[in-house]
C-alpha cells in the first residue's frame, strides 16, 4: 500500500512541475544602442550630452576607420554609439534606467583604442572598466560582457556609464553595443506599465495569455485523468481481494477464476471440499458483486463525463478569443486533450466489461455439484 501511495504522490509532483512551467517566468529584456529614442515602461536609454557633435556611431566613415572598421553583421542590430570625439572636457555619460533585478552590459572592444569608463549603480561606488589598446590577441571583440550585475531587488534603478576624460593624444573610445536585464512578472510591475499604453518589448501577446491558459487547463486535464485511472485500478484492486479472500490480489481474470474455486489443487486436502457453500450465500456473494460492479461503472461515467466537461471549457476559453495561427494550435491541442479523453473513457469501460465478463465467470465457477471425476 505505501508503495501504491508515492506513485500518487509522485503523479502529484509531475502535475504540479508542469503547472509551474505553465505559470509566468522571468524574462531577459534587451536595450540596443539605437533604443534611447524609444523608452518604453520598463527602461530609458539617454546619452548625455544629445548625440549630436558628441557621439558616433556606425554611419560615420571616419569613426568606422578609426575604431578598425567593426563587422556591422557581427553587432547587435548591426549598431553602436562610441565616444570617438574629443569632447573638449565635457563629461560624457550613457544613462540608463530600468526596472528589473539584474542586468549586464555589453561593449565593442578595438584593439586599436582605450576604452575607459566608469560604472555605478544607484549612484553607489563605480567600478572601473580598464581596457587599453594592443592587449588582446582578436582585433575587435564583439557583444564583449564588461560588467554583470546580478541578484538585484526588482525596483527602478539607475545604471550610469562615464567615460573618462581624455586629452587628444591619447584616444578613449567607449563603444557601447547593447544592455540586457531581467524583469519578473510576478515579482510587481512598474506603475507607468499598468497604467501607461507603451509598446513595450516584453508585453506578453495574446497568443502567450491564451498559450499560458491553455497549458494550466491541460495540466489539470492530466491530473484529473491520472488521478481516475489510479482511483479505478484501486478500487479494482479492493475489490478482487474481498471476492478472492486475504492475501494477494489475483493478477489476471484467469487467475481469479482458478482462486474462486472451491475444490483444492493437489496441495489441498479433500476433507476441506466435503460440504459445499449453501446456494443462499452464493447468491449473497453475487448480489454483493453486482452491486460493487454497478457502482464502480457508475463512477466511471461520472469521471470520464466530468473529464470531457473540463476539457470542453477549456476548449471554449481558448476559442472564444479572435482567431489566429496561435490560438487555431491552441485549439487543435485542446481538441486531441479531448480525444485523449474520451479514449480514456472508452478503455476504462472496456475494464467495466471485463469486470462484468468476471462477475459471470465467478458465478459459474461455483457448482453446485462436485465435478465428476472428483473422487474422495
Given at each position: 500500500?505505501?508503495?501504491?501511495?508515492?506513485?500518487?504522490?509522485?503523479?502529484?509532483?509531475?502535475?504540479?512541475?508542469?503547472?509551474?512551467?505553465?505559470?509566468?517566468?522571468?524574462?531577459?529584456?534587451?536595450?540596443?544602442?539605437?533604443?534611447?529614442?524609444?523608452?518604453?515602461?520598463?527602461?530609458?536609454?539617454?546619452?548625455?550630452?544629445?548625440?549630436?557633435?558628441?557621439?558616433?556611431?556606425?554611419?560615420?566613415?571616419?569613426?568606422?576607420?578609426?575604431?578598425?572598421?567593426?563587422?556591422?553583421?557581427?553587432?547587435?542590430?548591426?549598431?553602436?554609439?562610441?565616444?570617438?570625439?574629443?569632447?573638449?572636457?565635457?563629461?560624457?555619460?550613457?544613462?540608463?534606467?530600468?526596472?528589473?533585478?539584474?542586468?549586464?552590459?555589453?561593449?565593442?572592444?578595438?584593439?586599436?583604442?582605450?576604452?575607459?569608463?566608469?560604472?555605478?549603480?544607484?549612484?553607489?561606488?563605480?567600478?572601473?572598466?580598464?581596457?587599453?589598446?594592443?592587449?588582446?590577441?582578436?582585433?575587435?571583440?564583439?557583444?564583449?560582457?564588461?560588467?554583470?550585475?546580478?541578484?538585484?531587488?526588482?525596483?527602478?534603478?539607475?545604471?550610469?556609464?562615464?567615460?573618462?576624460?581624455?586629452?587628444?593624444?591619447?584616444?578613449?573610445?567607449?563603444?557601447?553595443?547593447?544592455?540586457?536585464?531581467?524583469?519578473?512578472?510576478?515579482?510587481?510591475?512598474?506603475?507607468?506599465?499598468?497604467?501607461?499604453?507603451?509598446?513595450?518589448?516584453?508585453?506578453?501577446?495574446?497568443?502567450?495569455?491564451?498559450?499560458?491558459?491553455?497549458?494550466?487547463?491541460?495540466?489539470?486535464?492530466?491530473l484529473a485523468a491520472a488521478a481516475t485511472i489510479?482511483?479505478?485500478?484501486?478500487?479494482?484492486?479492493?475489490?478482487?481481494?474481498?471476492?478472492?479472500?486475504?492475501?494477494?490480489?489475483?493478477?489476471?481474470?484467469?487467475?481469479?477464476?482458478?482462486?474462486?474455486?472451491?475444490?483444492?489443487?493437489?496441495?489441498?486436502?479433500?476433507?476441506?471440499?466435503?460440504?459445499?457453500?449453501?446456494?443462499?450465500?452464493?447468491?449473497?456473494?453475487?448480489?454483493?458483486?453486482?452491486?460493487?460492479?454497478?457502482?464502480?461503472?457508475?463512477?466511471?461515467?461520472?469521471?470520464?463525463?466530468?473529464?470531457?466537461?473540463?476539457?470542453?471549457?477549456?476548449?471554449?476559453?481558448?476559442?472564444?478569443?479572435?482567431?489566429?495561427?496561435?490560438?487555431?494550435?491552441?485549439?487543435?491541442?485542446?481538441?486531441?486533450?479531448?480525444?485523449?479523453?474520451?479514449?480514456?473513457?472508452?478503455?476504462?469501460?472496456?475494464?467495466?466489461?471485463?469486470?462484468?465478463?468476471?462477475?459471470?465467470?465467478?458465478?459459474?465457477?461455483?457448482?453446485?455439484?462436485?465435478?465428476?471425476?472428483?473422487?474422495?
Amino acid at each position: 500500500m505505501a508503495s501504491r501511495k508515492w506513485t500518487v504522490l509522485h503523479v502529484c509532483a509531475l502535475i504540479c512541475r508542469l503547472v509551474g512551467l505553465c505559470s509566468c517566468v522571468p524574462s531577459n529584456v534587451t536595450i540596443d544602442d539605437a533604443d534611447s529614442m524609444k523608452p518604453t515602461a520598463l527602461f530609458r536609454l539617454t546619452f548625455l550630452p544629445q548625440k549630436t557633435g558628441m557621439w558616433s556611431d556606425q554611419s560615420e566613415s571616419q569613426s568606422m576607420l578609426q575604431l578598425g572598421n567593426p563587422d556591422l553583421e557581427r553587432l547587435h542590430h548591426g549598431t553602436f554609439t562610441a565616444s570617438t570625439r574629443h569632447s573638449g572636457g565635457k563629461r560624457r555619460v550613457i544613462s540608463i534606467e530600468f526596472y528589473g533585478s539584474a542586468i549586464q552590459l555589453f561593449f565593442t572592444l578595438s584593439n586599436l583604442v582605450n576604452t575607459y569608463a566608469d560604472v555605478s549603480l544607484d549612484g553607489d561606488e563605480p567600478w572601473q572598466i580598464r581596457h587599453a589598446a594592443s592587449n588582446r590577441d582578436a582585433q575587435i571583440s564583439y557583444k564583449y560582457p564588461v560588467l554583470g550585475l546580478p541578484g538585484l531587488v526588482q525596483a527602478w534603478h539607475k545604471l550610469e556609464i562615464a567615460v573618462v576624460p581624455f586629452g587628444i593624444e591619447v584616444n578613449n573610445s567607449v563603444i557601447f553595443d547593447y544592455a540586457e536585464f531581467t524583469w519578473d512578472s510576478e515579482k510587481g510591475s512598474p506603475s507607468e506599465l499598468l497604467s501607461s499604453s507603451a509598446n513595450c518589448v516584453t508585453a506578453p501577446s495574446r497568443g502567450v495569455i491564451i498559450g499560458a491558459s491553455a497549458g494550466g487547463a491541460s495540466a489539470v486535464v492530466l491530473l484529473a485523468a491520472a488521478a481516475t485511472i489510479i482511483i479505478v485500478k484501486r478500487r479494482r484492486y479492493h475489490w478482487l481481494s474481498r471476492i478472492c479472500g486475504p492475501g494477494q490480489p489475483p493478477r489476471s481474470e484467469s487467475d481469479a477464476n482458478e482462486r474462486t474455486q472451491p475444490y483444492p489443487f493437489d496441495d489441498i486436502p479433500p476433507s476441506t471440499v466435503l460440504a459445499p457453500a449453501p446456494e443462499p450465500e452464493k447468491a449473497q456473494v453475487r448480489l454483493e458483486f453486482n452491486r460493487d460492479s454497478d457502482s464502480l461503472e457508475q463512477e466511471i461515467a461520472s469521471i470520464t463525463g466530468s473529464l470531457d466537461a473540463v476539457a470542453q471549457r477549456a476548449l471554449q476559453a481558448g476559442l472564444d478569443v479572435p482567431q489566429d495561427s496561435d490560438t487555431v494550435g491552441i485549439a487543435q491541442v485542446l481538441g486531441d486533450i479531448q480525444e485523449q479523453i474520451r479514449k480514456i473513457g472508452q478503455q476504462l469501460g472496456s475494464q467495466g466489461a471485463g469486470t462484468a465478463a468476471l462477475r459471470r465467470t465467478a458465478t459459474r465457477s461455483t457448482p453446485d455439484h462436485p465435478p465428476p471425476d472428483y473422487s474422495l
